[in-house]
């Protein structure tokens, strides 16, 4: 299971790379490998400021489909398009290609409420 030590995660799943006062935001190796095979993200959010764990897009797989929150407060500046043409990014490179979207975070105080690599590795029991 792959947890990079310098990110931070969300007991929803999502990973988050805090750079200044935008975080980029993800859905885990975890995640990923529980969903199995990633066919659509679907993020129409982008320009829209939303609170923390409000629903910012959807994740769609062979199976299910599942809600994306956001893990902090803000306004979604970016979605990664590539994932339209190539959802299987966030299978193959979750924390790198597969990213989803990027964010102008309103409360930065928020951030030291998402969980270290250790802590998200208690919650999926590893």
Avoid: C
């Avoid at 923390?52 to 979604?76: M, N, Q, R």
Wanted: aromatic share 8%; hydrophobic share 35%.
């Amino acid at each position: 299971m792959n947890l990079p030590e310098e990110l931070k995660y969300t007991k929803d799943h999502e990973w988050v790379r805090v750079e200044g006062d935008v975080a980029t935001i993800g859905i885990t190796d975890f995640a990923q490998s529980e969903l199995g095979d990633i066919v659509y993200v679907e993020v129409e959010t982008v320009d829209e400021t939303l609170d923390k764990d409000e629903i910012f897009g959807t994740v769609e797989a062979v199976k299910t489909v599942s809600d994306l929150y956001l893990p902090l407060s803000g306004e979604i500046i970016e979605f990664n398009e590539s994932l339209e043409d190539e959802p299987e990014k966030v299978n193959s490179d979750p924390y790198g290609e597969g990213w989803m979207i990027k964010l102008r975070i309103s409360d930065n105080t928020q951030v030291d409420d998402l969980l270290s690599a250790a802590q998200y590795k208690e919650v999926i029991g590893g």
